[in-house]
C-alpha cells in the first residue's frame, strides 16, 4: 500500500480507482484515495480470480523469508496475524468497460508486482 500512496499524484492523474478488498476489514469504507471493500463471509472475489489456499513453502519459501528479513533491517517488527494466512493475496486491474486487464495472483507475501508494471498496463490502454 506504501508504494500506492507513493504514486497518489500519478494515480489521480490517470484517473485509478484504488480498491482493497479484504477479508479482514468488516465493513466498506473509504479514504481519500482507496475504497475498502471486506469479502469476509464467502470470499467470492477471492476464488472468483483464483486466489486461493497458498502452500507451505509459498509462505515460508526463500523469498519469503528474504523479504521479512528486509524488514527486519528496516527496523520493522514482524508481528503475528489473526488472519487466515494462507489466503493469496493478489492484484487485479479491471478497466472501466469491466474487462481484466492484469491478473496477478501472489505466491506469498512477498510476491506483488512492481507498481510500474501495473501503471504500464494503465498507460498503454
Do not use: N
Not at 9 to 23: A, H, N, T
Not at 112 to 121: G, K, L
Request: hydrophobic share 40%; with cysteine; charged share 25%.
Amino acid at each position: 500500500m506504501s508504494q500506492l500512496w507513493q504514486q497518489k499524484e500519478r494515480i489521480e492523474d490517470l484517473r485509478m480507482k484504488v480498491m482493497v478488498v479484504s477479508f479482514q476489514v468488516p465493513q466498506q469504507k473509504a479514504t481519500g484515495m482507496f475504497t475498502y471493500c471486506s469479502d469476509s463471509d464467502e470470499r467470492k472475489l477471492y476464488r472468483h480470480f483464483g486466489m486461493l489456499k497458498a502452500g507451505f513453502w509459498d509462505l515460508w519459501g526463500p523469498r519469503s523469508l528474504f523479504a521479512y528479513l528486509l524488514l527486519l533491517l528496516k527496523g520493522r517488527k514482524i508481528e503475528s496475524s489473526a488472519a487466515d494466512i494462507h489466503q493469496r493475496g493478489g492484484d487485479v486491474l479491471i478497466d472501466p468497460q469491466g474487462w481484466v486487464r492484469f491478473h496477478h495472483i501472489g505466491r506469498g507475501p512477498a510476491d506483488r508486482p512492481a507498481i510500474e508494471t501495473i501503471f504500464q498496463v494503465v498507460e498503454k490502454g
